[in-house]
């Protein structure tokens, strides 16, 4: 069954540091997203992107954050200056479609660590 | 979109059926009824979803009111498996899916 894949599973830095999580998202799908849940708290919306652009994204998504599809199956999500409030699980989903009647399916998560 | 309201907490004893209730009293008439659920700190995992009749697939069955101002998922046979965060979400057209507090589900044996 297809599945949505992201790497690292774990991942620790340095506040002030960059860091890039990755995600490949189902391969025919054309929508993807990136969600956060901090510890213990609710899932979030981050960020969705479509045909190269960002077509939505959340006010937690600042110009700190920034996302990418550098080739035809990789899509990344970078801080640039990770501070330690960033420390959270990430989740990448993808979609084949937009709209209310497509599901989305996620990945198994990013923990990310800021010390 | 829609909120959502669902009971914080609920029981289910293994082998039994598991009822999930969501109120959405102000969902309009394009918006779908989504359902998820999150085993630990895992991904969301997509379960069901339905816009006006009842679905059913291998996880699990949703009944929407005729009204669609409230929907129940049904797990027919929950197991220890089972037991997870459920959320239920109402999606109108665009990509976000807005995720609330859920439904925490303990399956006991």
């Not at chain 1, 540091?17 to 025919?28: A, D, F, G, T």
């Not at chain 1, 990344?76 to 501070?83: A, E, G, V, W, Y």
């Not at chain 2, 029981?11 to 989504?34: F, W």
Request: charge should be negative; glycine fraction near 6%.
């Amino acid at each position: 069954e297809p599945e949505v894949t992201q790497t690292p599973s774990h991942q620790v830095t340095q506040m002030g540091q960059e860091v890039i999580l990755r995600c490949v998202p189902i391969s025919n799908h054309l929508y993807f997203y990136w969600y956060r849940q901090i510890l213990g708290q609710k899932v979030e919306f981050l960020v969705s992107f479509y045909n190269n652009e960002i077509s939505e994204k959340s006010e937690i998504f600042d110009d700190q954050f920034s996302v990418e599809r550098p080739d035809g199956s990789n899509f990344t999500l970078k801080i640039r200056s990770t501070k330690l409030e960033d420390s959270a699980m990430y989740f990448c989903a993808s979609s084949s479609l937009s709209g209310g009647d497509t599901e989305a399916f996620f990945g198994q998560g990013t923990r990310l660590t800021v010390v | 979109d829609a909120k959502t309201t669902q009971p914080p907490s609920m029981d289910c004893a293994e082998g039994r059926a598991a009822n999930l209730p969501c109120n959405h009293s102000t969902i309009s008439g394009n918006e779908y009824v989504y359902w998820y659920r999150q085993i630990h700190s895992q991904g969301p995992q997509y379960i069901i979803h339905g816009l006006k009749n009842n679905e059913t697939n291998e996880m699990a069955s949703l009944i929407i009111t005729e009204d669609r101002k409230s929907s129940t998922l049904i797990l027919p046979h929950a197991t220890l498996r089972d037991t997870a965060v459920y959320y239920c979400i109402v999606r109108l057209y665009g990509n976000k899916l807005v995720f609330g507090a859920g439904t925490i589900l303990r399956v006991k044996s």
